[in-house]
T-cell receptor, first 111, second 112 residues
């Protein structure tokens, strides 16, 4: 079953703009992770945020987690054409590190 | 450093034929191993996961099976493929709870 749901499903922005993607989930979690997938390739891990953390940064990426609202957001600042990819959130509900993935947000950054 | 190899990259098979996809991990020991399937433009569906040799858990009843004959080898199989088995198959490994998954580059399977 699909736990995380990303919003929007697709996003098109100009280079230099910020991109925000949201993820909502239904049950309690150990952690929430964001992944990136270039077309036709495997997923690449971006950030893991634990349930007791509220915000995490990595370079141009900022992830927030609101466990009361069961939601997370991924912000990419100063986007580049190379950021064009699909972005997925995945939740770890604590059962053997089996992640449940959402349907993804397709981000297009126009040069 | 750890690496994960998955092959073949693409595969076209007729309905009713058998399937064997292989995944191997290097540079780590006793990893958790996973097989996911991704339909076009969609998220990932967990098919199988393994916490050790010979230990396989299935998440979705289907036409597929998995085996782990060695610590760092994970195989996805089918005796008779169905059209609905078409998709993008991804192998991944992790070190367990609160650790990220590391994915292979996937196998694009088309059943004709």
């Amino acid at each position: 079953s699909q736990q995380g749901e990303e919003d929007p499903q697709a996003l098109s922005i100009q280079e230099g703009e910020n991109a925000t993607m949201n993820c909502s989930y239904k049950t309690s979690i150990n952690n929430l992770q964001w992944y990136r997938q270039n077309s036709g390739r495997g997923l690449v891990h971006l950030i893991l945020i634990r349930s007791n953390e509220r915000e995490k940064h990595s370079g141009r990426l900022r992830v927030t987690l609101d466990t009361s609202k069961k939601s997370s957001s991924l912000l990419i600042t100063a986007s580049r054409a190379a950021d064009t990819a699909s972005y997925f959130c995945a939740t770890d509900e604590g059962a053997g590190n089996m992640l449940t993935f959402g349907g993804g947000t397709r981000l297009m950054v126009k040069p | 450093s750890q690496t994960i190899h998955q092959w073949p990259a693409t595969l076209v098979q007729p309905v009713g034929s058998p399937l064997s996809l292989e995944c191997t991990v290097e540079g780590t020991s006793n990893p958790n191993l996973y097989w996911y399937r991704q339909a076009a433009g969609r998220g990932l569906q967990l098919l199988f996961y393994s916490v050790g040799i010979g230990q396989i858990s299935s998440e979705v009843p289907q036409n597929l099976s998995a085996s782990r004959p060695q610590d760092r080898q994970f195989i996805l199989s089918s005796k008779k493929l169905l059209l609905s088995d078409s998709g993008f198959y991804l192998c991944a490994w992790s070190h367990g709870s609160n650790s990220p998954l590391h994915f292979g580059n996937g196998t694009r399977l088309t059943v004709t």
